[in-house]
Structure formats: C-alpha cells, structure tokens
C-alpha cells in the first residue's frame, strides 16, 4: 500500500508540470493582456501595441496566407507575443532563441519572440532582425506550419524531410518570387547563407519549394505528398538549371 502512495506521488509530482505547459500551450491568453482581431487572426501580447497598425500587420499576414491553396476560412488561428522573459521561457521551451514556434497538432496557437509590433520587427539581443525576416514573415510562416499539418495530418507531415515542412513554411511566410538565377549561383558557390546549419535560415529550403512549386508546376498538395529526400531534390532543380 505505501509502495502505491509513493508511485502516485511520484506521477502526480511529474504530471503536475507537464499538465502545467499544456495547459498555457493550449489557453495562454489569461498571460497576454493586449488583444486584437481581424478576422479569423487574433493577435495577442503581454506588452501594449497599436491597434490599427496591428490590423494591417495582421491584413499583410491574411495576404500571405491566401497565396497557398492551403488556406482556409474554417477556425481561428492565434498569434501570442512573448516580451516578458519568464513568458519566452514557458511558451519557448526546448525551442528558447527561436524566432517563433509552433506546436501543431497539440494546438493552432503560434509563439513569437520579443518584437516590437508597431514596427513589424522580431527583436534579437543584437537588435531587429533585417527584412524580410519581419514580424508578419514570422506569424505567417509559424501559421504556415499548421496549415499545412492540418492539410495532411500530423503523422505524415512531421514524417516529411525537413527541407518541405520548413521550405513550404517559408514560402508561404516570405511571399515574393524567388530568384533563382541568383541564389542557385549562390548555392553553388557554398554561400553560408543558404546552409541553414551555419546560418540558421531556410532560404535553401524555400528555394527548393520555390522550384518545384513556381518552376515545375506542382501543387502544394502534390508537394506535401511527396518523401523526396533532399540530395534528390536539389539534383533536379540544378539538372533543371546547368
């Protein structure tokens, strides 16, 4: 009997916080006392912002969304802004330092680091990130992510090679043409930023969306059906461009 207490002890004693971080995942919003809406979008903050520009932000962000035929009217989709330090660290997790983040499917939520809103900048120790990386590139690429996990569902979207869910979600962020003279040139010539490893970006990645999406015509479904590996991938499109 008392082996049983100590076992339920011990559980509870590891249920307690993991329920915890569930719980602020999935209902954060009693933490982020500035709101907004437009739409199916709601965006929330835990430091005050400007409600009008906040709405076009948030219209820049619909924009981009709507360019993928992922896109759909159906549930809402919530942006929560983590300023405060102790905030940053309970929503972030494993994932602190990150730009943002994003859960799917545990919930439709998306996590954004320190930015300064009015402005359309994530803010970083060294400073704003430079554009295009902007506040709406961030929203728009963490909500890309569901999207696209709600397209083909959990387990065979976190089963795709990372260069598709991370390229698609940067696709959909960025939402300008690729240039693909330029950065496969670039590529060639070992341009650190295009290796997400040393650079931390998915420019790579969302060239090779970019090209079978923009230069081969495929859908964005047929692209997120496909187990493609990278090294495949890129031999093509630079068969595609010798």
């Given amino acids: 009997m008392r082996i049983r207490h100590i076992v339920t002890a011990v559980f509870l004693a590891v249920l307690a916080p993991v329920a915890t971080v569930v719980v602020a995942l999935v209902h954060p919003q009693p933490a982020f006392a500035y709101h907004v809406q437009l739409g199916r979008l709601s965006l929330f903050s835990d430091k005050p912002f400007d409600m009008e520009q906040s709405k076009r932000l948030l219209a820049d962000v619909y924009r981009r969304l709507r360019l993928a035929s992922l896109y759909h009217s159906d549930g809402e989709h919530r942006i929560f802004v983590a300023n405060s330090y102790w905030r940053?660290?309970?929503?972030?997790?494993?994932?602190?330092?990150?730009?943002?983040?994003?859960?799917?499917?545990?919930?439709?939520n998306v996590f954004i680091r320190e930015s300064d809103i009015d402005n359309d900048r994530v803010l970083r120790a060294a400073g704003p990130v430079a554009p295009p990386r902007t506040f709406t590139y961030y929203a728009a690429h963490e909500i890309a992510h569901s999207l696209a996990g709600e397209a083909v569902g959990p387990l065979t979207y976190h089963s795709l090679p990372t260069w598709i869910r991370e390229g698609v979600a940067d696709y959909i962020g960025q939402a300008e043409t690729v240039d693909f003279e330029n950065l496969i040139?670039?590529?060639?010539?070992?341009?650190?930023?295009?290796?997400?490893?040393?650079?931390?970006?998915?420019?790579?990645?969302?060239?090779?969306?970019?090209?079978?999406?923009?230069?081969?015509?495929?859908?964005?479904?047929?692209?997120?059906?496909?187990?493609?590996?990278?090294?495949?991938?890129?031999?093509?499109?630079?068969?595609?461009f010798n």
Avoid: C, I
Avoid at 91 to 107: E, H, I, K, R
């Fill in 88 to 108: 940053a660290r309970l929503v972030f997790l494993w994932n602190f330092g990150a730009g943002g983040v994003n859960y799917y499917p545990l919930t439709r």
């Fill in 185 to 240: 040139e670039r590529l060639r010539a070992d341009d650190p930023e295009l290796d997400p490893k040393r650079s931390g970006l998915y420019l790579r990645y969302r060239l090779l969306v970019a090209f079978f999406l923009d230069h081969e015509h495929w859908s964005l479904e047929q692209l997120l059906a496909s187990p493609m590996p990278q090294p495949e991938a890129e031999a093509r499109m630079l068969a595609a």
